[in-house]
């Protein structure tokens, strides 16, 4: 994936233990940084594209699993009578 650096504030005690952190941990901090910024900059039709997406993987890993709408149903169905 091809990146541009961009400079962002932070407390004195994040910015050392960015710091301090070993290559490996910085790389997941900004992995994650990455993502929560993409989430949070997106147009509402950008995150409508992208619940339905979530939705539609959720609904695949769940047909996958055996999940079937009667199961659901019943499921369901157990939750409302507690």
Same mark, same amino acid.
């Given at each position: 994936?091809?990146?541009?650096?961009?400079?962002?504030?932070?407390?004195?005690?994040?910015?050392?233990?960015?710091?301090?952190?070993?290559?490996? &941990?910085?790389? @997941?901090? $900004?992995?994650? !940084?990455? /993502?929560? +910024?993409?989430?949070? %900059?997106?147009?509402?039709?950008?995150?409508?594209?992208?619940?339905?997406?979530?939705?539609?993987?959720?609904? &695949?890993?769940? @047909?996958? $699993?055996?999940? !079937?709408? /009667?199961? +659901?149903?019943?499921? %369901?169905?157990?939750?409302?009578?507690?």
């Amino acid at each position: 994936m091809q990146t541009e650096p961009i400079t962002i504030n932070v407390d004195p005690k994040t910015a050392r233990a960015y710091r301090k952190a070993s290559p490996e &941990e910085r790389e @997941r901090v $900004q992995e994650r !940084t990455r /993502e929560v +910024l993409r989430l949070a %900059l997106m147009t509402k039709e950008e995150a409508a594209a992208e619940f339905k997406r979530l939705t539609h993987e959720m609904s &695949e890993y769940a @047909r996958a $699993q055996g999940l !079937t709408p /009667e199961k +659901l149903d019943e499921l %369901l169905r157990e939750e409302d009578d507690d």
